[in-house]
């Protein structure tokens, strides 16, 4: 089984990612940060393990308001850096363990953490600042990441009892996974700083420390902390430093710190601390019981013939189609389809699988393959195609059969806004 042999607190500061990339090392104002996160990088150098779960938040980026999860974990293959106003760093992206987030993900779930999950989207500096200090000499990454973005700046957030509570079912996930992996659980933000209004550049050194030794010894007296209170002593950006709890509470009660460093350059207290796990009490029995709980909702489903859950799996398996499919919803990308369909395939990197199923109009092949319905509908008000003719080519009827079968056979409609007074379908 998975197990986790420790964790890894951490700022997220841009000027991490500053210094880095102005290769700042020997300049006596940064060479502190490059000093503080070498014994980390070694730490991951010694331990090489196979996965580690970094748990940060967004800056408005990547993950705006019109969408804004208190928990989205993502399940991807691989995360780019973001764009965050002056142009990417100059990093490659950073493989994802897709297969251990899924399973993470149905744990979580099934321990009714109400999670979002996310492909496709890029990080910025809350991650790639701290994960550019720990990348190999030669820029290549230590082990794939599996990223948790927490909604901390948008109110109501997460709070700091559920954090922990998050870290502790996060805990039973990874330790349920059947694979023999070692897993590090990275915690990003803080410490003490605030960057909006008057108070802009409120610093508390005195609670930064404190923090720290509460968060190894103590991390239950954190979890009764407010917003509020975390936003008087540390800040109101500082109050970010909840997400560590979940790292804690991933974490064993018997921990042994093994490297801790502070620092305050600028705007924000910047630390760095490693643990390890003492003690665990998994066992296979554990385990089967969990797994047995993430496979409870879906039980049978399998009986019900004709019938496919999309899941997480066939979500990262057929994202790229799936997007194809949804971005119908754009003028011009259904202008380009209609115009060129094999251009189209093409820009949108389609298999030659893919593109044949496309091609051929292959409405049950299309959910075989793992698409979700709501696309094909799109594809279908596109080329002029009913929902109902759909329906029944994946039934393997004719329209006219499938028919008799509907209390209005008369009935046929589409999503398209333009089909509404059409007569000739």
Same mark, same amino acid.
């Given at each position: 089984m998975a197990r986790i042999i420790g964790g890894i607190g951490v700022s997220h500061s841009p000027t991490i990612g500053f210094a880095k990339d102005k290769n700042q090392q020997n300049d006596p104002v940064w060479a502190p940060i %490059?000093?503080?996160?070498?014994p980390i990088k070694e730490w991951l150098k010694e331990k090489s393990p196979d996965a580690l779960f970094l748990i940060s938040n967004d800056h408005?980026? +990547?993950?705006?308001?019109?969408? =804004?999860?208190?928990?989205?974990?993502?399940?991807?293959? @691989? =995360? +780019?850096?973001?764009?965050?106003?002056g142009g990417q760093r100059h990093i490659p992206p950073i493989p994802g363990h897709s297969e251990l987030a899924i399973h993470i993900g149905k744990s979580l779930m099934s321990d009714e953490f109400d999670m979002s999950? %996310? @492909?496709?989207?890029?990080?910025?500096?809350?991650?790639?600042s701290p994960m550019?200090?720990?990348?190999?000499?030669?820029? +290549?990454?230590?082990? $794939?990441?599996? $990223?948790?973005?927490?909604g901390v700046l948008q109110f109501p957030i997460p709070s700091a009892k559920r954090c922990f509570n998050l870290g502790l079912a996060l805990r039973k996930a990874i330790e349920s996974y059947p694979q023999d992996l070692k897993v590090v659980i990275v915690a990003t933000g803080g410490l003490s700083h605030q960057v909006h209004g008057e108070r802009s550049g409120f610093n508390n050194t005195q609670w930064d420390l404190e923090f720290l030794d509460l968060i190894e010894k103590d991390p239950q007296q954190l979890t009764k902390m407010t917003h509020a209170e975390y936003a008087t002593k540390g800040g109101f950006e500082g109050s970010?430093?909840?997400?560590?709890?979940?790292?804690?509470?991933?974490?064993?009660?018997?921990?042994?710190?093994?490297? @801790?460093?502070? =620092?305050?350059p600028s705007m924000a207290g910047i630390a760095t601390v490693i643990y390890e796990n003492l003690a665990t009490d998994s066992s296979f029995s554990d385990a089967e019981k969990q797994i047995n709980q993430m496979n409870h909702q879906?039980?049978?489903?399998? @009986?019900?013939?004709?019938?496919? $859950?999309?899941?997480?799996?066939?979500?990262?398996?057929? =994202?790229?189609?799936?997007? %194809?499919?949804?971005?119908?919803?754009? $003028?011009?990308?259904?202008?380009?389809?209609?115009e060129n369909e094999a251009l189209s395939f093409t820009q949108a990197n389609l298999t030659e699988e893919e593109k044949e199923l496309v091609r051929n109009r292959d409405w049950r092949?299309?959910?075989?393959?793992?698409?979700?319905?709501?696309?094909?509908?799109?594809?279908?008000?596109?080329?002029?195609? +009913?929902?109902?003719?759909?329906y029944a080519a994946m039934r393997g009827q004719s329209l006219e059969e499938f028919q008799k079968t509907r209390n209005a056979p008369n009935a046929l409609y589409s999503v398209a806004a333009t089909d509404a007074k059409k007569n000739d379908w």
């Open positions: %490059f000093e503080a996160f070498a408005v980026t +990547s993950f705006f308001f019109d969408h =804004y999860s208190a928990f989205t974990l993502g399940i991807g293959h @691989q =995360y +780019s850096v973001a764009d965050e106003g999950f %996310f @492909q496709n989207k890029t990080l910025d500096h809350g991650t790639f550019s200090m720990l990348a190999n000499d030669d820029g +290549s990454w230590l082990a $794939p990441i599996i $990223p948790l973005q927490v970010e430093v909840i997400m560590w709890l979940i790292m804690r509470g991933a974490l064993s009660g018997e921990i042994k710190k093994i490297h @801790q460093t502070y =620092y305050l879906l039980a049978g489903i399998e @009986q019900l013939q004709g019938t496919y $859950p999309f899941t997480l799996e066939k979500s990262v398996k057929t =994202y790229r189609l799936n997007k %194809f499919l949804h971005d119908m919803v754009y $003028p011009e990308h259904r202008a380009a389809f209609k092949g299309l959910i075989h393959y793992g698409c979700i319905f709501f696309g094909l509908e799109k594809l279908g008000a596109v080329l002029g195609i +009913s929902n109902l003719h759909i």
